[in-house]
């Protein structure tokens, strides 16, 4: 079957479609014939190699041990092993799998849910990690409630997007932070108030929030924490390097002395239990994937280009089915 690969660290060029053998399901995996993935940072970051100290949490020092890219999945279920229960042949599902970017991948049972006949396989594909990170962020780590105030920073990214409408779905108040560009876009999925960063610090403003969740965002740890109203939460989720690993190293000391609390969700864990949750919403409309553009997996290169070198609004696809 054809993959995409990266044999080497660096810029998207390293990326390949290659001949590779087609993935055997063991007795708890099910094997997916992939119509459509999406791109994430967690496939481009570490396929830069850089920073360095990337490829020592990660994946090889002098080149990737794992060399396939992808895991957003959708697609149908070809074959079974023996102890599956939950899913048949011709199934339509979307999910994770490791390797997304190819013609089949193998998911455990836990990894998928079935795709709501509604959304495409391209919508379908865009949802698992933007919209779990943008689930486990509110709910898990940001304990978000009805009525509260909350500020998604990144509103327009691919975890931004499925951030503002879940928030809303939890009856939050929401405060966008994107560029103009976004504004109207942040208003049309439902956000109460847009702060263009480019000209407005909302740190500044003189408001107060329950919950501040920073997708992106380059603001000091005690910037966000001024703004938080007493038991209010900072919940970080990307942006840069630096930022992450202030929130995870810094953010509990700095939680300890009053109840407002300084927290990051480390890496999103996919779980079919929040892909059920999501399927529902999208199922009832409450939540809407979001998709920049679409390329052939023969335009991979173009793509992952196209999503560094850019802000895609929502998620950019790869259509696996286009290039036969
Ligand atoms: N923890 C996890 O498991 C996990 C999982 C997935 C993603 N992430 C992280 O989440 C982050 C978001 O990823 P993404 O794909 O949604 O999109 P992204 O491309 O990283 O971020 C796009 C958003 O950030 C905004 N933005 C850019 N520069 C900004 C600035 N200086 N201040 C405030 N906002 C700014 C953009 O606004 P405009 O386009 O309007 O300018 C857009 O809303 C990444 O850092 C990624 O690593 C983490």
């Given at each position: 079957m054809k993959a995409a690969v990266y044999r080497s660290y660096g810029p998207p060029e390293v990326i390949k479609i290659e001949e590779v053998e087609k993935p055997v399901p063991n007795d708890h995996q099910v094997l997916i014939k992939i119509h459509a993935s999406s791109i994430n940072a967690a496939d481009y970051r570490p396929r830069s190699g850089s920073p360095f100290l990337l490829r020592l949490l990660n994946n090889?020092?002098?080149?990737?041990?794992?060399?396939?890219?992808?895991?957003?999945?959708?697609g149908r279920v070809e074959e079974i092993g023996a102890r599956v229960k939950q899913f048949q042949p011709g199934d339509q599902v979307f999910g994770f799998t490791n390797g997304a970017f190819a013609e089949y991948g193998c998911s455990k049972e836990s990894s998928i849910v079935i795709k709501p006949a509604n959304i495409s396989f391209e919508e379908a594909a865009a949802v698992p990690v933007a919209a779990i990170t943008a689930l486990q962020g509110l709910r898990n780590a940001g304990a978000i409630q009805a009525g509260y105030k909350v500020v998604i920073q990144g509103a327009s990214g691919g975890v931004g997007i499925f951030a503002i409408q879940l928030a809303k779905y939890f009856g939050a108040e929401v405060t966008a932070v994107c560029s103009a560009r976004n504004v109207e876009m942040s208003r049309s999925f439902g956000a109460d108030y847009v702060v263009d960063y480019t000209k407005e610090n909302f740190t500044q403003s003189g408001n107060r929030y329950d919950l501040i969740f920073a997708v992106n965002g380059y603001h000091s740890l005690p910037a966000y924490k001024r703004v938080l109203l007493p038991q209010g939460r900072y919940v970080c989720a990307g942006g840069s390097l630096s930022q992450i690993f202030e929130a995870m190293l810094l953010g509990p000391m700095m939680s300890r002395k009053d109840g407002r609390k300084m927290t990051s969700i480390g890496i999103a864990k996919i779980n079919q239990d929040d892909l059920v949750f999501l399927a529902r919403l999208l199922k009832d409309g409450k939540i809407v994937p979001v998709i920049d553009r679409?390329?052939?997996?023969?335009?991979?290169?173009?793509?992952?280009?196209?999503?560094?070198?850019?802000?895609?609004?929502?998620?950019?696809?790869?259509?696996?089915?286009?290039?036969?």
């Open positions: 090889g020092i002098l080149k990737p041990k794992n060399t396939r890219l992808g895991s957003d999945f959708s679409c390329y052939p997996l023969t335009a991979i290169v173009e793509a992952f280009r196209y999503v560094e070198d850019t802000l895609p609004k929502g998620k950019v696809v790869i259509n696996l089915e286009n290039h036969r």
